[in-house]
Each structure stands twice: as C-alpha cells, then as structure tokens.
C-alpha cells in the first residue's frame, strides 16, 4: 500500500535560517508528489508537484523540492525562512486514479 | 482566481441530527474529495467522486454519505452526527477524473464541525 512518512512532527528555525523538511513515500510506481502548506484554521495550498523530468522543482513562496528515487525522498526546502512561512507542511504522493494519500504533517515554528 | 468554497467555517450540531457539508468548486474539475483532519491523524479521506452522480468511498466512509448532483457541487452527509465525528472537514478538487493524473488538489478552508 502506498505510504509517505514525514519523520519530523515539529521544527523549528531561526527566520533567515535555511530549512529542510523531509518527506520519505512507498509506491510501487513512478510517483507523482506534492507538498502543500496550512496556515491555521485554513485549507491547504498547494506549493508545488513532481510528476517527471528534472527532479528539482521550483514552487511558490521561495519553495523547492528534490525528487530522489535512489531514497524514495522528496524532501522540502528553503534557503531563507520567513517568519510568514510558519504553519504545517504536509507531502502527499498520488495513489491509483487520482486520489492522493497525505503524510501527517510537520509543523514549522520560527524564531524572530 | 479558481475557488473551492464551504459553506461553513464552524458548525455546532447536536447528536443525532442529520448534518450537511456543502462544497462547490467553480473550476469545472471533474474530481471532489472530502476529508476529515484530526490531530495525530492525518488527513483521511471519506468519499471521493469522479463525476457526477458517481462516488467512492474512502478509506473512512462509515457514518457519511455523500451526494453529487452536479459537476460543482459535492456534498457531505452525517446521517446522524456523533461526538466522535466532531473534527475539521476538507473539501478538494482536481480536474481529470480517474483516467488523468491528479495535477494537485484545490483545497476549500475548511469545515470545524463540533458534534454536542
């Protein structure tokens, strides 16, 4: 069955400091994956997809991600945090006709 | 800007009442999704639908139903709300239908539902 693991319930990270968020996933095929972001009380938005070719890919609010299939891992990056891009992170990976299943979050705290 | 909205941001309902979720999307996608949040649990879907009058349940279907009478709207049924059912309930769309990969969901902001 097709799983993804965010190992990291909860970071935290100066503003101005880089960030990384993990994201491990199990499918049996070439996945299509996903990082979404919630602020509080809110719905999702969706900050960036991988479905092929290059294995990094560029999203919004300064995001990017790293698609590495040797290690089964997309994880999330930024290079300068800022104190507006604290919330949970969520990665999901597509399962069978468009349905997706979602990791269970990693929450963002930034220190001034 | 493309849209998926809730009707309702907050909702108190007493046990036993028959509860609706609405959720319309105006980007003519033919997927809907629903989705209850809790904490420590993820998100976990409920029902989904590919088209209209079409549906599939989740992987936590039981005590919901859902109803898509058209393209826009997706609907979700308590048939008789519980207090384990109080929780944050997500609405989503994506365009394609089962055939097409799914390009990323469209989330609406949300339903908290408190069941008393």
């Known amino acids: 069955a097709q799983s993804v693991t965010q190992p990291d319930i909860h970071i935290t990270v100066s503003e101005g400091a880089s960030l990384e968020l993990r994201c491990n996933y199990s499918?049996?095929?070439?996945?299509?994956l996903f990082w979404y972001v919630q602020s509080p009380g809110q719905g999702l938005q969706l900050l960036l997809k991988?479905?092929?070719?290059?294995?990094l890919v560029q999203g919004i609010k300064g995001f990017e991600a790293e698609f590495k299939r040797s290690q089964s891992s997309f994880n999330l990056r930024k290079p300068s945090v800022h104190w507006s891009d604290a919330a949970e992170y969520f990665c999901a990976v597509e399962t069978n006709a468009g349905k997706s299943t979602f990791g269970d979050g990693t929450t963002l705290t930034v220190k001034p | 800007d493309v849209k998926v909205t809730q009707s309702s941001r907050y909702l108190v309902k007493r046990t036993g009442e028959k509860v609706f979720l609405e959720c319309v999307q105006d980007m003519d996608h033919e997927n809907m999704f629903w989705y209850r949040q809790d904490p420590g649990l993820g998100l976990r879907l409920i029902y989904f639908s590919y088209d209209v009058k079409m549906k599939e349940k989740g992987d936590i279907p039981e005590g919901y139903s859902v109803s898509r009478e058209k393209k826009e709207r997706f609907s979700l049924i308590l048939e008789s709300a519980s207090t384990n059912q109080t929780s944050m309930y997500l609405c989503a769309s994506s365009p394609n239908g089962p055939l097409g990969p799914n390009y990323g969901y469209t989330f609406g902001s949300g339903t908290r539902l408190t069941v008393v």
């Open positions: 991988y479905f092929s070719g290059d294995t």
């Open positions: 499918y049996g095929a070439t996945p299509y």
